[in-house]
């Protein structure tokens, strides 16, 4: 096809490769892949997940709380910041108000039209809202974001370059946003992304192909709740990992319901447990591959 070409001319991949090679992208210490939790997690969460891979030798790198900053007191974003300072573990809070929590009708329950754009923000003022929610958060001691909205994530990217927000701000470009391409990729990261989080569907050529394109972070779901496809990837992470380092593992979806409820002793064990045999997978079937200690809080 001509418009492979046309890919090509400007930059992107001529397709998705039918032999994926290695990727040379790394963390800044020379670490291929992180351990990453996402949920309704607060510090007692993060400490017991700490505490149930301690004995594996296995660490927690980020704690990703979906929830976001707006939905909790004052006194509980600082304790799981300072939990996960103390801890090692980089701590990523979702940004709000969003599309759940106002009086639109984007709401997941009106059905999958709705849900596609339910966590966009609705107007200036919801824009200047969720502005405020990270200009608070910081000033709480919360350093990265999980951002489900383009038009904010350049906003904060400009305030961050102009020194209104700090310049170690971490940006991270919620599946939200739906990339699955690595034009779509390449886009994120150019507004300001530290991190994209893709599709969860995503074959090892499609990854491949968005590495190709762009060297920002890559969010990827080992596994995923009953709600979003319910799979298991398995044996996928060892050459997810290959393929598309520097890579943020997100593992223990399929444990939790995803409510605003922390996860449950029971759910927390079974985080561990399936983060556990990804990290087994990928050191029997990747060794060369090494995981990142040196934190990005």
Same mark, same amino acid.
């Given at each position: ?24 992208? %790394? ?10 939790? *996402? =949920?309704?997690?607060? $510090? /007692? @969460?993060?400490?017991? +997940? ?26 509980e974003v600082v304790d799981l910041v300072q939990t996960c300072r103390e801890l090692g573990v980089q701590l990523r809070m979702a940004v709000g108000p %969003? ?10 329950? *009106? =059905?999958?039209?709705? $849900? /596609? @754009?339910?966590?966009? +923000? ?11 929610d990270v200009a608070h958060a910081v000033d709480l001691g919360v350093r990265g974001f999980l951002v489900f909205d383009e038009g904010l994530l350049t906003v904060l990217d400009r305030l961050r370059a102009g020194g209104v927000l700090p310049a170690g701000l971490r940006l991270k470009a919620s599946s939200s ?121």
């Open positions: 096809m001509r418009s492979l070409d046309w890919l090509a001319r400007i930059g992107l991949p001529p397709g998705d490769p039918a032999q994926p090679v290695t990727s040379t992208g %790394r963390f800044a210490d020379g670490g291929w892949y992180k351990w990453e939790v *996402a =949920g309704a997690l607060d $510090a /007692a @969460s993060v400490r017991q +997940l700490t505490e149930l891979l301690a004995p594996h030798g296995v660490r927690l790198h980020q704690a990703t709380n979906t929830v976001g900053t707006m939905r909790y007191l004052d006194a %969003r599309g759940l929590f106002d009086i639109g009708g984007q709401k997941l329950a *009106a =059905g999958p039209v709705a $849900a /596609a @754009s339910a966590y966009r +923000l609705r107007g200036t003022d919801q824009l200047a809202q969720a502005v405020e946003m739906g990339a699955g391409n690595p034009a779509h990729a390449r886009l994120l990261a150019r507004l300001g992304a530290d991190s994209v989080n893709l599709q969860r569907d995503l074959d090892i050529r499609m990854l491949a192909a968005v590495r190709a394109a762009t060297d920002v972070a890559l969010d990827l779901h080992t596994e995923n709740p009953p709600g979003t496809g319910g799979f298991v990837r398995g044996y996928d992470v060892p050459q997810m990992v290959r393929v598309a380092a520097p890579v943020y593992l997100k593992t223990g979806n399929a444990a939790q319901d995803f409510s605003d409820e922390p996860p449950s002793p029971r759910q927390l064990t079974a985080i561990t447990h399936q983060l556990l045999l990804d990290h087994q997978l990928v050191t029997r079937l990747n060794a060369a591959a090494t995981p990142s200690d040196q934190p990005e809080f």
